[in-house]
């Protein structure tokens, strides 16, 4: 096990050793590890775990800094073999055999450095190298208390006839970790002899579920990693790197040089040391890892589990990952992670769940991923999350890309009572959502931040609390098309974006079946057929933009809108210039002139000499208008 941290509180403190003079500095800074334990949470609280404390939140991400540098100076001492000939040379020194597996050395804490051969390390290995850090215990379990580190080319296969479980230490006196640098590690079960990898305490005899101060892991940096029929349970903490089971490419560390003198006691150079008797200055040589192999991780999951760790699985700068008929649940944060420059996975038949984050995370700069026959259920986020968001908006001081990411897929899966969207599309190109389906959540498919050339087909949404499927915030080029929407406030909304929405069937909305809000020109409304009740099937009242809407099927839509809400919707400025217009001319046609009821010919009588003229009786005499009203009302009266 690793030394305590009383005097520092972080796993292998090797901040105070950092600047010490000289290579045998490097191995006293390797070290120790640390970690607490205590009872486990109830499920129904994960949620709330993963929020630490400020204290503990400062406490953790210190531990996830001092275990990079722990890395960084293992990797650098394991980089630097050709020194043996300058410490064979110095004076009193003997060679260590750098070829051969060694252990770096700390005040009270172990790393056993795996070296390459061609064989792979197994159990029967472990014992033998190292009878007092990995122990078999009465219940047939295995409990390793110092970390493994995997060098270049080697290669450890953990793996039993009879079926193995391996016990990380992890109490709060310190945690260990088996990481692969450009190695193989394999976790290979059966059926029948399934392998289990957790943490523990041997104080309380029980896995370690709490992460404030940190807790074991495995990791694989470049290489590969491979795992069938295997468990992983409660590991990790903070990052994804530490968060349980992570695959991440390569990094580059700082490379700068070692001054001052030996700290160390000069004379003899014992097994895990590096002295330099000699005082003055000494060039640490160029660690920078440039080797195309170690640049990626690629590897194969199958048949596995990963329960209650920090990240269920977390994978980074990998290429080429497959992960089938594996479950991953009660995760502290996200289920299952593909983090930046993920590309070329493949995951099916794979169930994540009851995660405290998202089911499946696409985080940015991953691309052409084929997600299919998967289940995301009742997560505390997302089902299925899929970012492709440029790294960058513009000069940013990592130089990083401003084009976006995607080309990533979706298909024949579930995404069931997540706690806030099933699907959620940020940003990113050639995004395909293709025969899912999608019960419960806020929204079922929400699409936003840009996304371009997005398809959503054959989708059966139901039971969505607002909207069915979302389109909003600068999405262009998206495509739905036959989807089955059912029981659900608004079926498509579109807010802002331009969307051709054709052919889906919408049944039972509340409140509109197709709503077009914005800027939305060009966008396309056809075809669809709309049962309901609410305001409107179609709503384009807030519609700005030329849109088309035709041969939509609404008959069977129940109108509960205001009289007033009907002329509001319908009172469009165009509407009201034309019915004006329509009305001047029907008041114009319909207008007599004050002199047109008399005879039709009377401007055109001749007057007669000392006759009466037109329309005007001889005193005396009755008018023919007069006679005429007198006639009426006889007539009326008989």
């Keep these: 096990m690793n030394r305590p941290r009383a005097a520092a509180p972080f796993r292998r403190v090797a901040s105070a050793l950092a600047g010490a003079a000289t290579a045998a500095v490097l191995l006293a800074a390797f070290g120790a ?71 770096l050395d700390t005040a009270g804490g172990y790393t056993l450095v795996l070296t390459a051969r061609t064989a792979a390390y197994t159990v029967d290995d472990l014992l033998r190298l190292a009878p007092q850090t990995f122990v078999r215990q009465q219940q047939g379990a295995y409990l390793l208390t110092e970390n493994i580190y995997l060098n270049s080319g080697a290669r450890l296969k953990l793996a039993h006839p009879g079926g193995l479980e391996l016990r990380l230490a992890s109490r709060s006196s310190g945690f260990v970790a088996i990481v692969s640098f450009g190695g193989g590690l394999t976790l290979a079960g059966t059926k029948q002899a399934p ?3 957790t943490s523990w305490d041997p104080r309380t005899g029980k896995p370690d579920t709490d992460v404030r101060d940190g807790r074991a892991y495995l990791r694989a940096i470049g290489g590969n990693f491979a795992m069938s029929h295997a468990r992983a349970s409660h590991l990790g903490f903070w990052s994804g790197r530490t968060g349980g089971v992570s695959l991440t490419g390569t990094d580059r560390p700082d490379t700068g040089a070692v001054e001052g003198p030996s700290a160390a006691t000069p004379g003899r150079i014992l097994p895990g040391e590096v002295r330099i008797s000699s005082g003055g200055r000494v060039a640490s040589p160029d660690s920078r890892f440039t080797v195309p192999s170690l640049s990626y991780v690629s590897g194969t999951i199958g048949n596995s589990e990963f329960v209650g760790n920090a990240y269920g699985l977390f994978v980074s700068s990998a290429d080429g990952i497959k992960i089938t008929d594996t479950k991953v649940r009660d995760s502290l944060q996200h289920g299952l992670v593909l983090h930046r420059f993920a590309t070329n996975a493949v995951i099916e038949r794979t169930v994540s769940q009851h995660n405290g984050g998202d089911g499946f995370l696409l985080s940015r700069a991953t691309q052409q991923v084929r997600i299919t026959n998967t289940t995301a259920e009742r997560n505390g986020g997302n089902g299925f999350t899929l970012s492709g968001r440029p790294l960058a908006d513009g000069p940013s001081a990592s130089g990083q890309s401003t084009a976006s990411y995607g080309a990533n897929t979706v298909s024949h899966s579930t995404a069931r009572g997540n706690g806030h969207y099933g699907f959620e599309i940020l940003g990113g190109l050639n995004v395909s959502i293709q025969e899912n389906q999608i019960e419960g959540g806020d929204m079922g498919i929400v699409a936003r931040l840009g996304t371009r050339d997005l398809t959503l087909t054959a989708n059966r949404l139901s039971d969505q609390r607002r909207q069915a499927i979302a389109i909003r915030d600068g999405v262009a080029g998206a495509r739905i098309t036959g989807n089955l929407i059912e029981s659900t406030r608004t079926g498509v909304y579109v807010r802002d974006s331009v969307a051709e929405v054709r052919g889906n069937t919408i049944h039972d909305a509340n409140s509109h079946g197709v709503t077009f809000v914005g800027a939305v020109g060009g966008s396309v409304a056809a075809g669809n057929a709309i049962t309901g009740i ?12 030329r849109l088309t809407v035709r041969d939509n099927q609404t008959d069977a839509w129940l109108d509960t809108s205001t009289l007033w809400a009907r002329v509001r919707h319908y009172a469009s400025p165009m ?47 009755p008018s023919p208008r007069e006679t ?11």
């Design 33 to 103: 590890s640390a970690a607490p334990s205590s009872a486990a949470r109830p499920a129904a609280h994960r949620a709330a775990a993963a929020e630490a404390a400020p204290a503990d939140a400062e406490r953790q991400a210190a531990l996830v800094a001092a275990e990079d540098r722990w890395l960084n100076q293992v990797r650098a001492v394991t980089a630097v073999a050709p020194l043996r000939d300058l410490l064979s040379r110095a004076p009193g020194s003997t060679t260590q055999k750098w070829d051969r597996p060694y252990r």
């Design 534 to 545: 609410g305001p409107s099937a179609v709503d384009t009242g807030r519609a700005e933009g």
């Design 195 to 197: 392998v289990r990898v």
């Design 628 to 638: 005429a009203r007198g006639r009426a009302r006889v007539v009326m009266a008989e």
């Design 575 to 621: 509407t009201l210039l034309w019915t004006a217009i329509l009305l001047l001319i029907v008041v114009l046609a319909f207008r007599r002139r004050p002199d047109d009821h008399g005879h039709p010919y009377a401007a055109t009588k001749p007057l007669f000499p000392g006759g009466p003229s037109p329309g005007r009786s001889e005193p005396g005499r």
